[in-house]
């Protein structure tokens, strides 16, 4: 048990290049597409969330291939994925799905539903 924390320990320090660093993270967490920084860094990601899932779902009803992301990057439990803490097969899972998102949306970036679901991906998963 205590080398599995230990080993969790490591992983988190390797990947978290920034993690004690406030200014770095609040600089990290203002990155917006759709908001200016400083409203961005005083957002929420429930904030976020909410309004980035319903871009998602006016998405969805243009196009129903982008319903298979529905339980993952723009599922409830996204707000609680912490890139930081996830094993190197989770992050690569990871990668490959935004890349299968972005593939698929890059078609509709002009359209504000399109620009609200990738906000998600830039603000929860940078």
């Known amino acids: 048990m205590a080398t599995s924390i230990a080993s969790q320990l490591a992983q988190v320090a390797a990947n ?5 660093n406030l200014k770095a993270q609040k600089v990290a967490h ?16 429930e904030t976020i ?4 899932h319903e871009g998602f ?22 707000q609680e994925h912490d ?6 097969d989770e992050n690569s899972g990871l990668d490959t799905q935004l890349e299968q998102f972005l593939g698929l949306v890059g078609a509709r970036l002009r359209l504000s539903p399109a ?10 998963y940078r």
């Open 16 to 20: 978290s290049n920034n993690a004690l």
């Open 30 to 45: 203002s990155k917006s597409l759709i908001f200016e920084p400083r409203v961005a860094a005083s957002q929420g990601f």
């Open 49 to 52: 969330y909410t309004l980035c």
């Open 57 to 78: 779902r006016d998405l969805c009803l243009l196009d129903k291939r982008f319903l298979v992301f529905q339980g993952s990057l723009f599922g409830q439990q996204s």
């Open 83 to 88: 890139r930081a803490i996830m094993t190197a």
């Open 115 to 124: 620009i609200k679901a990738v906000e998600w991906l830039v603000r929860r």
